[in-house]
């Protein structure tokens, strides 16, 4: 086995190397000191503590910010009188306070703070860094406390709902904060990160439906932030149409948001502390719920930037800002409901389609082999390897990796080429690799030498998973179609890297996209069905459905798209079907129960998962009419099986181990074979399989080469020990198996004789 060396070196987090660090009791009594006795959390390290009290005690400086190493968290130190006070916080999302302002005498911390550094120096195999640690501690010890001017007194703010608002207002929240400018402003063009700046004290009361109820008395920045983090959840929720329900904290302080399922008003919020008594507020709409707190975000930061305009540098101020504002934008804003719209020139379209539409029908099998054998040629291990990330290009394997890309020789598996690059997502678009970081910047890249040959700028994906779609064939240019913003899309041309075209979406879930020829059908968690043109951008048609919301990817038949609402999961659905040109709805045929899978083409039926995933259905609908033609038990369709059509029968190869072929006439069992134990074996990520020379190559814990019209064993599985998280097989009918482990093998068939008489 050979290895692809692409892991990068990781230097040690350890601060100093073991035989360097001062012993545990003297570490644990400055942290007692620091911290109190029963505060068992990790310190910086103690010339780091040494230094901060140093200039504490000089007056060069009179609050000190010491982020740790090995943790979230930070430890402050600020000047006060003679005294320090210290404060401990961990930053791992919402901050979680375990000491704030903690009094203790600046002389006692410096003269611990000596001991533990001098007998850490006498440890130090380096003489110049014993050197300068000694220095450091003989200067602690005989440094003069400093008087500093004191600092300026906490100014009182109050704001918000000071009096009984109006009847009709059922929620209003007021405050009052005690705030003090920072002890050391930073220089007027850093930017900083400073939670300690945000816990000041205060008074927080929420006015519900003409009663004034006390909340939280202490720091209200970090429960404000909480309620903040509620509404995002909740406009995500009402975007979506799904009910939600989400309690966060912020040490005793609670909230809670629960969301119903449809209804004008169907918000209830809990608010309170264990200091005082929580209340609920139900019957809310979206906005009364969620404008009141983002109002009272925006006025207790604007009360904080008036008192110290350093704060408006502060990362945490200004990120949250920008928070508040985007929310308070969707909390506003009404969408519209989307409108049918059907296009005027159906036959126009049909024309400009019709090459690309001639796509191959129905797999065919000829005779399969008597038996197969296989031998493992070369494997090879990739530090990093994803199955969605590994594509089989003609001559080449090419595997994306966070942080890599490279290209193997499917002959030998050695590596043809290989490059470093950004973290980023990966699609195969023919011969061209299509990379999109992070922040927007998408790269082309030529599998024959692994180069960039054009760059675009797109919009950061947010709100959903990175996904694309390769356009092209007949007339119509090469573009990859990517997600972009919200609910965006863009085409990037795949010989340039223009921008040929954007789409400006209407929903917020996760896109679906389906290419039918010219024609893009997209979904979006919103109410209806959009078609496309994948050359212009233009809008075709659109299939709205009142109450409707449509997440699944639809699927299309002929000249027939099959479109399903509801939520997966749930109690009702509608099964549509549009005409692909015109948009026109063909029918619609109301669902016993939610949807548990998208639509699947059938041969000239179209299947659908029913119901839940224990007493889950597959149904098989005539996408002429809608008509029901047959009704039977799921085979895993609903648990995420992967399907294929081969001749008149649907094989769906199912995650529990078990491979079943059904008729498509009446939906019978043709044969079932039980590959993989259920509990006891790997599931592969991906379960496709794949149809090559009239054998049908299965992934299961291994990969078994079955017989399709039957289900029996072409001789015995593939002599492969990983996982096949990833299955291909080349027209030479060659093996390429992945694991996500970041193992990579390819196998051969072995050579058969034939007796010809």
Known sequence: MSVIPIRPSIASTEPFPSKRRAPVELVTTLGELLLGPHADVPIPSVADILSAALALAEGTRKKSILPLAVSPAELV???RGTDALVSYYVSDGAPD??????????????????????????RDSDPTSRQLVSRLAERALQAEIRPVREPAPPVLKRGGALDRPPAEVPLAFGFEASIAPVADPPRQTAMHSDVHALLFDGVLWVWARDRRIPLLRGPIMLAISRMVAAVRSLLEAHERGRPANVRLRAGSFTVGVRVARGGERPVQLTLGSRDTAQVSIPELTVEEAALPILRLASDVLHALVSVDRSQARNLRVSSLREEVRALRRRARVRPERPQSLVHDDPERLRLACRAALSEEGPLTIGPAPRALRFDVRWEVEVEGLDAASTFLCGDRLVVATPQHTIALDREEGRMIWGHAQPASASFMTGTVLVRVAGDGRVALCDIDDGETFATARVAPRTGGPPCGVLATGGDAPPVVILAEGRAGLVAVDLRTGELRWRHAGEGVGTFGLRRAGRILLVTNGDGAVTAIDVVTGELLWRLAADGERFDLRPAVSGDVVLAVSGEVGGDHGTLFGVDLFSGRALWRQRLETGPASEPITAG??????????????????????GRLRWMTRDPGISLGAASLVVDQHLIVNAPAGNV???????????????????????????????????????PSASVHVLRPHDGTSIGEPLPSELVPDWTRVDERGWVYVAEESGHLSGLAPRPTLTLVT
């Open 77 to 79: 130190l600020m000047r």
């Open 97 to 122: 306070v375990r000491v704030l302002d903690r009094a203790l005498p600046l002389r006692a911390l410096l003269e611990h703070a000596a001991a533990a550094a001098t007998d850490l120096a006498s």
């Open 604 to 625: 000239d039926a179209a299947a659908l998962a029913l119901g839940g995933p224990r007493d889950s259905m597959l149904a098989a609908f005539d996408p002429r009419d």
């Open 660 to 698: 079943v072929a059904l008729d498509l006439e009446d939906g019978r069992e043709r044969w079932q074979r039980h590959l993989a134990h259920p509990v006891a074996d790997d599931v592969p990520r991906r379960l496709e399989p794949v149809l090559r020379g009239g054998a049908l190559f299965v």
